[in-house]
T-cell receptor
Framework: LAKTTQPISMDSYEGQEVNITCSHN???????ITWYQQFPSQGPRFIIQ???TKVTNEVASLFIPADRKSSTLSLPRVSLSDTAVYYC?????????????FGSGTRLQVQP | DTEVTQTPKHLVMGMTNKKSLKCEQHMGHRAMYWYKQKAKKPPELMFVYSYEKLSINESVPSRFSPECPNSSLLNLHLHALQPEDSALYLC????????????????FGEGSRLTVL
């Protein structure tokens, strides 16, 4: 299974940009990179998905270098409500266990 | 409707009880999932149903019995559980499993918090 490695925790302040990097050295050719956000006692929520280069939506940006061995989730101007756990998943779009397996995640704490 | 609804939100049961967790979605999704999440840990995949058929069982003990009566409903039957089974049980759905056109996005419910005494 494609294994992902993320920092255990990060701290930031309101209004700052936060970048969370995920390492996935054995990513396969057909694998996509998907990020989820989870608040306490709630289910994870899809943030963004990408295959290469850069993807941006209204919530975040995802940067993927050419070798695809890592990816960076960028949250612009975070607020207190962005305090959550962020998970990076790697796998075929919707196929098999790899796209469905959560790593340990990054706990982001945003302070005033 | 982009919701996955789980009931009950909280459940307390004894080790000899039989109970069920329920999950419902009306997005036309044909893949549904059960995850288990312990405190401060990531969700762990338990079961996957694709077109109402069990597709993946992650070696879950038989005291957990999934059921998919139709494309909108997913149940998890619980019997003779242990205190260590206490956790947040999450249901999710996605449009399809194994379809290259699938965005791969999982839609999660808010979970059922289970306490086994």
């Amino acid at each position: 299974l494609a294994k992902t490695t993320q920092p255990i925790s990060m701290d930031s302040y309101e209004g700052q940009e936060v970048n969370i990097t995920c390492s996935h050295n054995n990513i396969a050719t057909n694998d996509y990179i998907t990020w989820y956000q989870q608040f306490p006692s709630q289910g994870p929520r899809f943030i963004i998905q990408g295959y290469k280069t850069k993807v941006t939506n209204e919530v975040a940006s995802l940067f993927i270098p050419a070798d695809r061995k890592s990816s960076t989730l960028s949250l612009p101007r975070v607020s207190l409500s962005d305090t959550a756990v962020y998970y990076c998943l790697v796998g075929d779009k919707g196929t098999g266990r790899r796209a469905l397996t959560f790593g340990s995640g990054t706990r982001l704490q945003v302070q005033p | 409707d982009t919701e996955v609804t789980q009931t009950p939100k909280h459940l307390v049961m004894g080790m000899t009880n039989k109970k069920s967790l329920k999950c419902e979605q009306h997005m036309g999704h044909r893949a549904m999932y059960w995850y288990k999440q312990k405190a401060k840990k990531p969700p762990e995949l338990m079961f996957v149903y694709s077109y109402e058929k069990l597709s993946i069982n992650e070696s879950v003990p038989s005291r957990f019995s999934p059921e998919c009566p139709n494309s909108s409903l997913l149940n998890l039957h619980l019997h003779a559980l242990q205190p260590e089974d206490s956790a947040l049980y999450l249901c999710a759905s996605s449009s399809r499993l194994g379809d290259s056109m699938n965005t791969g996005e999982l839609f999660f419910g808010e979970g059922s918090r289970l306490t086994v005494l």
